[in-house]
């Protein structure tokens, strides 16, 4: 963004936040209950636009990342889900732990393992899945579909407990740890989370201790701030409402500076990438702020649809022998080294 051209907008009334729960709207807009495999505590989901699959974080220190495979289908809308399917809880293949001594931008094969009981009855979905091996997410919170993928948050995930960013590509079954935070006045508490179409860049809301920011984290890795949510003890706006006075400043280590921080949640993009909104939670607030947004790769034509952050590559190992010159004949044609690969496999001649 540039700074000297951003313009920033309340937009229309205060907003209405209704929570996730158990019943979803019918065809006629009314309430329906879910099947038991959506009964446990849960945080954010996004759907696969292709298999329908609904992948879902839980808000806990002792959370996993499940998805939910429905057994109609794909599509047939809403009714898709409602005849039911499987919950299982996602585990990651040469990996112990998530939450120290992952190696970042490496990409992991995983599985999945069965939830018997979605409904919780006697055990936890979160202790049924640990038991077969499933993988802690530490706080698993926001999460976006980009391209061919999604990324999400862990609040309180990584050796620092600062929180994590992570990556998955369904079509490939591939994770990768995207960002650790080691130093909190780069990153603290990733919340809600939402991707530029245009760049891929991530806006992340913060919910940490102290000031809180949206921050930007590249596709290459890096974190810098984007904008602080805080106001003054004695704005009218805020008269009744909860807030958190700062404790510190808006660097670790500096002195309160007497202003309000206010939890931001809910960013996502214009669908042509000029304007960001997002939420303030108290007072409730929907804030519109104009670019113009960093293009990056997309704009050169060479990450349609967020491809550069979402499409996570496996392994060298895994691919079948390529001489180099097939290799650069198909980078010259925009594919990745696996779309070469399966393009050779089904006879097509590049």
Not at 55 to 81: E, H
Not at 123 to 132: D, N, S
Request: hydrophobic content about 40%; overall charge negative; charged content about 20%.
């Amino acid at each position: 963004m540039t700074a000297a051209r951003a313009r920033l907008t309340r937009v229309g009334d205060p907003v209405v936040h209704v929570p996730c729960g158990d019943r979803a709207p019918d065809r006629h807009g009314q309430p329906s209950y879910m099947p038991a495999h959506l009964h446990f505590n849960k945080e954010a989901a996004v759907v696969d636009p292709g298999s329908g699959v609904v992948y879902l974080t839980k808000d806990n220190a002792q959370g996993l990342l499940y998805r939910f495979v429905p057994n109609a289908q794909w599509p047939r809308g809403f009714g898709s889900y409602l005849q039911g399917g499987r919950l299982e809880a996602m585990r990651i293949e040469q990996l112990e732990r998530t939450w120290a001594g992952v190696p970042g931008r490496r990409p992991f094969r995983v599985g999945w393992v069965p939830i018997d009981d979605p409904d919780a009855i006697e055990i936890p979905t979160r202790v049924q899945g640990a038991l077969k091996g499933a993988h802690v997410f530490s706080r698993g919170e926001g999460m976006w579909w980009s391209g061919f993928g999604f990324v999400f948050t862990c609040t309180s995930g990584g050796e620092s407990e600062g929180g994590q960013v992570w990556r998955f590509v369904p079509s490939s079954e591939m994770i990768e740890l995207l960002y650790e935070v080691s130093d909190r006045n780069e990153l603290e508490g990733p919340d809600n989370i939402t991707v530029h179409p245009a760049s891929g860049d991530l806006f992340v809301c913060e919910d940490g201790a102290g000031t809180d920011f949206i921050r930007v984290v590249t596709p290459e890795g890096r974190a810098f701030p984007f904008a602080r949510v805080s106001m003054r003890t004695d704005d009218p706006r805020h008269a009744g409402f909860p807030g958190i006075t700062d404790t510190v400043g808006e660097v670790m280590g500096s002195g309160a500076d007497g202003r309000i921080d206010n939890e931001d949640a809910g960013a996502c993009f214009s669908a042509d990438g000029r304007t960001l909104f997002f939420n303030i939670q108290a007072p409730s607030m929907t804030i519109a702020v104009t670019g113009p947004f960093r293009q990056g790769l997309a704009a050169a034509g060479l990450a349609l649809g967020g491809r550069a952050l979402s499409l996570t590559q496996p392994p060298a190992a895994w691919l079948p022998a390529m001489s180099d010159a097939l290799i650069a004949r198909g980078a010259e044609l925009g594919y990745a080294p696996t779309e070469i690969a399966a393009l050779r496999h089904f006879g097509f001649d590049l």
